[in-house]
C-alpha cells in the first residue's frame, strides 16, 4: 500500500491506526510500514510517501526489511540537454502571472546569493502560491496531479518535459505509449508511485515471500544499473502511438478524421514534449478523447449557406 506521508499524522494518526486495525484484523499477514523518500532511492525528486508491506504468514521468512537509503544523483542525468541560449532568455508567459512572479524572484535571489541559477540546475515549484513556494538545488520538488505542467528548471529556461518527470518517477520513457493529452499525461505522472522505490521494495518483498531466491534479484538502483539505462534514454521520446489508439482519438488518416500534427497542436495526444528554443512553456491545451461537436462549416457551405438565407422564399399557405 501506498499513499501521502501526511497520513501518518492526520486527525492525530487516528487514520493509521484504523487501516492498521483493519490490517491486522485479517490475521494472515505480518505488516510492516514506513515513510520512504523518492530522493533517498536513487532518484533526485523530493517525494515523501507512506509505504506498507504485508507479507502472508505462511510464506513470511522474517528476513523483510525497508531499502536503505542510497546516494542521490544529479539531477542532470534526468534532463535533456542545456540550451544556453534558452537557459538565459525562457521565462514563463505574462499569462502565467503566479508562475512568472515566482522564477523571477527565485533568480534574483539566487544571483544575489551569488549562485548561477542559468548553469546550476535550480528546480521551482513555479506554479505554487507565491507566499508558500519552494526551489531546490538539483533535486525536483514533489511533482503532484496539480504540477502536471512541470517545475520551473532554472539552467533549462523551461518547464519540465513529461519523459523528464517520467524519468524522475524511475520510468522509462521510450517504452512507453502515449494517447491521452499533455494534461492528462502531466496529472497521471503526478499521481504515480515512484517506480524506484517500488522496485526496490520488491527486491526485499520477494526473497522474503519466498517468491524467488535471494540471488535471482538485484538491487539495480544501489548498483548503478538502472541510473545507467535511464540516463541513457536522454534524448529520446515516447513510442509511437498504435492504430488501435489512432482510432480511438479520431487521429490519423481517413474522412473525418484529424492528422497527427493538429492532434498534438489540440492537446489530444502527446508523441513528443520537446521545448522548441524561444517557446519555453506550451500554450493550454484542449482536453483529449474524442470531439463530440458537430464540425465547422467550410468556407464555401458558408457561402452556399448566406446565398440561401438572402434568396426569397415562397410562403407556404
Same mark, same amino acid.
Given at each position: ?14 487514520? *493509521? ?14 505488516? %510492516? $510500514?514506513?515513510? *520512504?523518500?523518492?530522493?533517498?532511492? #536513487?532518484?533526485? $525528486? ?12 505462511? $510464506? ?15 539531477? @542532470? ?12 532568455? #525562457? ?6 502571472? =503566479? ?6 524572484? !527565485? *533568480? ?5 546569493? #551569488?549562485? @548561477? ?12 502560491? %507565491? ?12 511533482? %503532484?496531479?496539480?504540477?502536471?505542467? /512541470?517545475?520551473?528548471? !532554472? ?27 499533455? /494534461? ?7 499521481? =504515480? ?7 526496490? *521494495? ?16 538485484? @538491487? ?10 535511464? &540516463? ?34 489540440? /492537446?489530444?495526444?502527446?508523441?513528443? =514534449? ?23 462549416? =467550410? ?9 440561401? &438565407? ?8
Amino acid at each position: 500500500m501506498e499513499n501521502v506521508a501526511g497520513l501518518v499524522q492526520a486527525n492525530g494518526g487516528e487514520y *493509521l491506526q484504523s487501516i492498521l486495525k483493519e490490517l491486522a484484523s485479517l490475521k494472515v499477514y505480518n505488516i %510492516t $510500514h514506513q515513510i *520512504l523518500n523518492t530522493s533517498e532511492n #536513487g532518484v533526485p $525528486h523530493n517525494r515523501r510517501r507512506w509505504y506498507c508491506v504485508g507479507i502472508h504468514k505462511d $510464506h513470511d521468512d522474517g528476513s523483510f526489511a525497508f531499502p536503505t537509503p542510497i546516494a542521490r544523483p544529479s539531477i @542532470d542525468k534526468f534532463l535533456e540537454p542545456r540550451k544556453a541560449k534558452l537557459a538565459r532568455s #525562457g521565462l514563463p508567459p505574462k499569462s502565467a502571472g =503566479t508562475a512568472l512572479k515566482n522564477v523571477k524572484i !527565485t *533568480l534574483r535571489t539566487l544571483k544575489r546569493e #551569488g549562485s @548561477d541559477p542559468f548553469k546550476e540546475p535550480v528546480i521551482i515549484d513555479c506554479d505554487s502560491s %507565491t507566499y508558500r513556494y519552494k526551489s531546490m538545488h538539483d533535486m525536483s520538488p514533489c511533482i %503532484t496531479v496539480a504540477r502536471g505542467k /512541470g517545475h520551473w528548471v !532554472t539552467n533549462r529556461g523551461r518547464r519540465l518535459m513529461k519523459e523528464e518527470i517520467m524519468r524522475l518517477q524511475g520510468m522509462n520513457p521510450t517504452t512507453f505509449k502515449v494517447a491521452v493529452s499533455a /494534461g492528462q499525461l502531466g496529472r497521471q505522472l503526478g499521481n =504515480t508511485m515512484s517506480v524506484n522505490v517500488l522496485e526496490r *521494495l520488491l527486491f526485499k518483498v520477494l526473497p522474503a515471500a519466498k517468491l524467488v531466491k535471494k540471488s535471482e534479484v538485484e @538491487d539495480r538502483w544501489a548498483n548503478g544499473k538502472a541510473l545507467r539505462a535511464l &540516463a541513457a534514454t536522454r534524448g529520446r521520446g515516447f513510442m509511437g502511438m498504435g492504430s488501435k489508439a489512432r482510432k480511438f482519438l479520431n487521429v490519423g488518416v481517413g474522412r473525418g478524421r484529424i492528422g497527427i500534427k493538429q492532434a498534438k497542436k489540440q /492537446g489530444r495526444i502527446v508523441l513528443q =514534449t520537446r521545448a522548441r528554443e524561444g517557446s519555453p512553456e506550451r500554450k493550454p491545451q484542449r482536453r483529449a478523447g474524442l470531439d463530440m461537436s458537430p464540425p465547422r462549416p =467550410t468556407s464555401s457551405q458558408k457561402r452556399r449557406a448566406g446565398s440561401v &438565407a438572402s434568396s426569397p422564399t415562397k410562403r407556404v399557405r
